[in-house]
């Protein structure tokens, strides 16, 4: 399964709109935890990917 979708991904990931998936995504995750860790690890990917 990883090896179909990782060239998805990896396709993807030039796409905004693709990368504003991501974003939320990862929000939806983060909002499941309570340590301040993922935060900042959401706020690097952010800052990466290129999204606000």
Excluded: R
């Excluded at 709109?17 to 900042?40: H, M, P, R, Y």
């Amino acid at each position: 399964m990883l090896a179909i979708l990782k060239p998805l991904v990896l396709t993807g990931l030039k796409s905004p709109k693709f990368k504003v998936f991501v974003i939320q995504l990862l929000e939806k995750l983060v909002e499941q935890t309570d340590n301040e860790l993922d935060d900042k690890a959401l706020a690097i990917v952010k800052k990466g990917l290129g999204v606000n």
